[in-house]
């Protein structure tokens, strides 16, 4: 069965700063993935996902993430982080009958002025 | 363009009330499912359904119940109302494409506290 791990709880950073979120995956195929991105009281917004061809993927928000097969991972980066990026951030895969997602439990983003 | 749509937004219950979550979508989507999120836990799937008729259960399917007699409507029963259920409920749906890979849409989520 396929999880994901983010081994992240929680991240602080400076307004500015660069940023970069970790993600692993387990998956026996080429998995589907995803980042997506919660504030306070909302729903899930997509970021960004993969699913093949060039394994830097960019997204919304100035956003990047690259596939590394082999560390089963999928970090999410940003070079220069903007206050309202203060949220949490989950990483999915997606996979088999039904295309059901399986989320990680979540990076809370916390952004010092 | 509503999306997915899911009433109420905030709900308290006593223990052992009954009550449905709704979730309407308006894209003509093919998957549907209902996910509870706990603090530190991410999202859990608790039923999904890949067409009008079909449900099936997810990790965490005790206590609910699930139908989808329509293309557009996923409404979530909670029978027995338990603390434990208390959580925050997403509903999602996403596109069926040839070959896979689709992303979900998400409402905007239902408050459940049991007391």
């Known amino acids: 069965a396929q999880s994901v791990t983010q081994p992240d709880i929680h991240i602080t950073v400076s307004e500015g700063a660069s940023l970069e979120l970790r993600c692993n995956y387990s998956y026996g195929a080429t998995p589907y993935l995803f980042w997506y991105v919660q504030s306070p009281g909302q729903g899930l917004q997509l970021l960004l996902k993969y699913f093949s061809g060039d394994t830097l993927v960019q997204g919304i928000k100035g956003f990047e993430a690259e596939f590394k097969r082999s560390q089963s991972s999928f970090n999410l980066r940003k070079p220069s982080v903007h206050w309202s990026d203060a949220a949490e951030y989950f990483c999915a895969v997606g996979a088999g009958y039904g295309q059901n997602f399986v989320f990680g439990p979540g990076t809370r983003l916390s952004v010092l002025p | ?115």
Not at chain 2, 15 to 34: A, E, K
């Open chain 2, 1 to 115: 363009n509503a999306g997915v749509t899911q009433t109420p937004k905030f709900r308290i219950l006593k223990i052992g009330q009954s009550m449905t979550l709704q979730c309407t979508q308006d894209m003509n989507h093919n998957y549907m499912y209902w996910y509870r999120q706990d603090p530190g836990m991410g999202l859990k799937l608790i039923y999904y359904s890949v067409g009008a008729g079909i449900t099936d259960k997810g990790e965490v399917p005790n206590g609910y119940n699930v139908s989808r007699s329509t293309t557009e409507d996923f409404p979530l029963r909670l029978e027995l109302a338990a603390p434990s259920q208390t959580s925050v409920y997403f509903c999602a749906s996403s596109p069926r494409r040839q070959g896979g890979g689709t992303e979900a849409f998400f409402g905007q989520g239902t408050r459940l506290t049991v007391v």
